[in-house]
């Protein structure tokens, strides 16, 4: 999949859009964007007196408008039941949820997003981390039931999540083996790894108790916790895919952290608050972990303007090969 990346030459003409485009919505006329995220979507805090909203402007060729939409329908339909806290899109003075701007210097028309400021932070990793993930569980048990019988307006324009995405001849970050630093030895090990998922999960299957709508994407940096509170944001990455998927993306990047053991019977004791899971699937959970670590290598690999896959990439490969290591003696 092509995606156009923000990077340095880029920054300052999409902070020019994001300025030129405030005018779409009802806010007040002196509210001002500042930038406070790069990732592969740029995230702007705007704000005025008395007025805070978070302004997302998309990449390019990652979401079409109708998938855009789908994703704000979704979220908002777990919102309204109850189901999620997560903020509201704010429309348009056209009544549209997406906005599409452009300016001069970018190649192509950027679709926008406006949302709702939340309050909370992002949890600490170093932090004990056991209440969040309990409710984190919980959460994404009553999102995988509620999905069962979702059904959206339009057939789904969204991405889909299963071994395919991560391994197939059209990977959707691409080749893990392109991410810097896969010597030859890690290759060894990854390629006997990704054999070994890819089994694993035909054996599993896709039944509708097992694979659906998922957020694809609940890790920490998309968690603000206040108090007792919990917000899951950021949807962005929301498709097709396994249930279990979503704990292992909830522990992206840090895989191999001590409290892991800790988190997951945090988050199994939140899901099976809400929904029965069996023993056959929790003991797929560390494929699942397998599965998404290597889909983050392809990430760094593909996206090597951003800085947080900059940040990552001098290591990255060496634990994912040690994870794979310690996964392939337990279920290879």
């Known amino acids: 999949m092509s995606v156009d990346l923000p990077n340095p030459n880029s920054i300052a003409r999409l902070e020019k859009l994001a300025h030129a485009s405030l005018s779409l919505w009802p806010m007040p006329v002196d509210a001002h964007a500042r930038l406070i995220n790069i990732a592969e979507n740029t995230t702007w805090l705007v704000e005025a007196e008395g007025f805070r909203a978070v302004l997302r402007i998309h990449r390019t060729g990652y979401h079409s408008k109708l998938g855009i939409e789908q994703e704000l329908e979704w979220s908002q339909s777990l919102a309204a039941a109850g189901t999620v806290l997560t903020p509201a899109p704010i429309a348009g003075h056209n009544g549209e949820m997406v906005q599409v701007g452009s300016v001069t210097g970018l190649h192509a028309p950027r679709f ?89 999960l035909q054996a599993f299957g896709k039944g509708p108790e097992r694979y659906g709508l998922i957020h694809a994407d609940m890790r920490l940096a998309n968690l603000l916790v206040e108090g ?102 337990s279920h290879g």
């Not at 919980?138 to 307006?153: G, V």
């Not at 249930?243 to 199994?268: C, G, K, M, N, T």
């Open 112 to 200: 926008m997003v406006l949302f709702e400021f939340a309050p909370g932070a992002q949890p600490d990793e170093n932090h004990d981390l056991s209440r969040p993930f309990e409710r984190l569980g919980s959460i994404a048990a009553a999102m995988h039931l509620q999905t069962i019988d979702w059904r959206p307006a339009a057939p789904l324009e969204r991405l889909i999540w299963d071994d395919a995405a991560v391994f197939g001849a059209t990977p959707t970050w691409g080749s893990w083996r392109g991410a810097p630093n896969v010597t030859p030895t890690i290759e060894d090990i990854l390629e006997q790894a990704e054999g070994t998922v890819r089994r694993r």
């Open 228 to 329: 007792d509170i919990t917000r899951l944001i950021d949807f962005d990455d929301c498709g097709l895919g396994w249930h279990l998927y979503d704990f292992a993306a909830s522990v992206s990047f840090i895989e191999d952290h001590p409290q892991i053991p800790l988190l997951r019977a945090a988050w199994l004791r939140g899901y099976r608050q809400m929904r029965d899971l069996s023993a056959q699937d929790e003991a797929e959970i560390d494929t699942f972990i397998m599965l998404r670590r290597m889909a983050l290598l392809a990430w760094i690999g593909s996206h090597m303007e951003a800085p947080e896959p900059q940040q990552m990439a001098p290591t990255f490969a060496t634990g994912t090969a040690k994870l794979a290591q310690q996964y392939l003696a």
